[in-house]
Each structure stands twice: as structure tokens, then as C-alpha cells.
């Protein structure tokens, strides 16, 4: 089981290990990011710092960000690492540096339930409009890899009785509802990616991501898993708001990086998309048992509520194609994610 004196610094050391030397490839090198601040953003920055001091690989980052000073105040152990610097600017408009870039990563956009409800339309422009100018910032950088974080979302509502996605499946999305716009715009990210590929020859990879848990995660908003992280840590009653039916998966971070840093460096030419997940299901209603039982009083409580989320079913991916083509798999355990998760969080073990 996981030590109480666990740190991230065990999984960052993991990460390295599990990339097999692939971090010396960006040795020297420029990366460009958005999204740098969010939950995934914060893992890269996390990562490339780890591997710059214990490999002096001197590798840059650049990380364009609405408010850098918000993230100094809140994270000034990364605003203040010597290899990244900050910009601030709007994704749809910000002025290109004047020096290309061997990576670029797109991870900007969070799955923001309230800014879906809110400004659908602002979001559709922010995920399609952001693609695009960080795509024509690539035609100028000619990056070695362009990797764009999508999302499983693209897929729409994962029929019940399929157990597991996979990559060639089309999809079920409705264009005339508004609940999906932050999928439609993610599936039209992804054919601006094809587009640019064809058209530009710019090399991009695309990763599909589920569910997620680990340290940086935001507790207390529309995510289920950090609803419940939250209850059980001030030893509340877990809530689920719902029926506790829906059927979801979780990765954590430290197999995240792993998998993105194998796409960033390792996949061949071309553009290929993979889902990024746990394919371990489990539903809302015994993923708030497990968390309680784990790190809280062993206290839970359904509400049964009307769910106006977008998916109210599964949503699992099958991640058979990326284990066969990298190798890899997933090495934490749902119970450790969430025993690491809560850790971090401050949980007494």
C-alpha cells in the first residue's frame, strides 16, 4: 500500500523511469504550451522540471497563460523555474514569439461544465478558434511534433452496452444540443488537425483524454470523483448528487504523463489518435463506497437528483491500441490514485 510519506516526487521519478531515456531527445530544446496552468499543465511543468535537475537537459518551456501572476502567487515553485517563462495573452489572438519551437503542446481548455452552460458559444470559439491559431503558429515553428489534447468526449454518449470505446468508433453526438458543444468543438479541433496535417505537413499527435486523478486535481467542482475526494476529507458524508449509475474510468496523473510523453517523442510521423484512460470501470455510486471507505467515515449518500450533465451513461475507453503500440499500460490502481490524490491533498493516513 501507499506510504504516508509519499511525495510527488515518487511519481516524477516513476515517469522518467517508465519514458526509458525517451527525455533525452528533448535535450536542448523548446517547448511551447497552453494550458500550462491547468491540471494537466501543471503535470508538465512538474515533469520537465524533475528531469532538467536530476539530468541537466536544459529544456525550455514557454507558457502562454490569461494571468501569470494568478499562477505565480498560487505556484511560484514553477512560475520560478529558470527554464520557464510566461506570456500572457488570449489563445484566439496572442502574438507568436519570435523563435520556433521543436514542441508544441495544446492542452488549453478545461472541460468547464459552467462555461458550457454559460457561453457555449465562447467555448466552441475558444477550442476551435485556439486550435486553429496554435496550428498557423506551427506552419511558422515547424515543430518535430504537434501534440493536441483532445478529449473522449468526441465520442458523444457511449451506447450502455458498450462495455469499452474504441478509436474507430464515429460517435453519437447531437449538433442541435447545446450540452455538447465542448465535444463538438473538441471533434472539430481534431479535423483542423487533419486538415493542417494534410495540407501543411505538420506532424501531430492526438490524444484523447478520460477521466483523471492525482495531485493538482480541482476539488469541489462539477467533477464526481473530486466532489467526493472533498466530502471525505473534511470526514463528510460522500454525496452523489445523482443516481449514482453512470459508469465512469479513471487514470492518474503520474500514467498520464507516461503516455503523453510516449506520444510527444516516440509515435511515428502521421496523425493518429488514441485514447488516454483507464479502461477499469466503475460506477458514480461505487466509486463514492470506494473513496469513503478509503480515506473518509465509510458514509455515503444518493440524492437522486435530476443529472443535467452531458453523459449520463458510461464512459470508458478501450486503450488496447496504445498499450499495443507502445507497450505500455497503466501502472496505479484506481484505490492508489485515489489514496495518493488525497495525500497530496493533505489526508492523514
Not at 67 to 96: A, P, R, Y
Not at 106 to 125: G, I
Request: aromatic residues 10%; glycine residues 6%; hydrophobic residues 35%.
Amino acid at each position: 500500500m501507499i506510504s504516508k510519506n509519499y511525495k510527488i516526487k515518487d511519481d516524477l521519478s516513476n515517469i522518467v523511469t517508465s519514458c526509458n531515456n525517451l527525455f533525452s531527445d528533448m535535450s536542448g530544446s523548446e517547448i511551447f504550451l497552453t494550458g500550462g496552468t491547468g491540471f494537466i499543465g501543471k503535470w508538465i511543468l512538474e515533469t520537465i522540471k524533475f528531469v532538467n535537475e536530476s539530468y541537466d537537459y536544459d529544456i525550455k518551456i514557454t507558457i502562454l497563460t490569461r494571468k501569470s501572476e494568478n499562477f505565480k502567487n498560487n505556484h511560484n515553485d514553477l512560475f520560478s523555474h529558470e527554464n520557464f517563462s510566461f506570456i500572457d495573452g488570449n489563445i484566439l489572438d496572442f502574438t507568436f514569439p519570435k523563435k520556433n519551437f521543436e514542441y508544441i503542446i495544446h492542452a488549453a481548455t478545461d472541460a468547464s461544465a459552467e462555461l458550457n452552460d454559460k457561453n457555449p458559444s465562447l467555448m466552441f470559439d475558444t477550442i476551435v478558434g485556439g486550435t486553429r491559431n496554435m496550428l498557423d503558429m506551427a506552419i511558422k515553428s515547424k515543430p518535430r511534433k504537434f501534440l493536441y489534447l483532445s478529449s473522449g468526449a468526441v465520442y458523444g454518449n457511449q451506447p450502455i452496452e458498450m462495455e469499452k470505446i474504441t478509436e474507430d468508433w464515429n460517435g453519437s453526438l447531437c449538433c442541435n444540443d447545446t450540452k455538447a458543444t465542448y465535444a463538438e468543438g473538441k471533434r472539430a479541433a481534431e479535423m483542423l488537425c487533419s486538415i493542417y496535417h494534410k495540407q501543411h505537413n505538420i506532424n501531430i499527435s492526438i490524444a484523447r483524454i478520460f477521466a483523471l486523478l492525482g495531485p493538482y486535481l480541482t476539488l469541489g467542482i462539477h467533477f464526481a470523483a473530486g466532489n467526493f475526494l472533498l466530502d471525505a476529507l473534511n470526514n463528510k458524508k460522500v454525496i452523489v448528487s445523482g443516481n449514482g449509475l453512470p459508469v465512469r474510468s479513471y487514470l492518474y496523473s503520474s500514467d498520464l504523463m507516461i503516455f503523453l510523453f510516449h506520444l510527444l517523442l516516440k509515435e511515428e510521423k502521421g496523425i493518429n489518435p488514441y485514447n488516454i484512460g483507464s479502461s477499469e470501470s466503475i460506477s458514480i455510486k461505487t466509486l463514492a463506497e470506494k473513496i469513503s471507505n478509503l480515506i473518509g467515515n465509510g458514509e455515503i449518500e444518493i440524492l437522486d437528483h435530476n443529472d443535467k450533465g452531458w453523459n449520463l451513461g458510461r464512459y470508458v475507453p478501450d486503450t488496447d491500441k496504445f498499450s499495443n503500440d507502445f507497450n505500455i499500460k497503466r501502472k496505479v490502481s484506481l484505490d492508489e490514485s485515489i489514496i495518493r490524490t488525497a495525500l497530496w491533498n493533505g489526508w492523514k493516513k
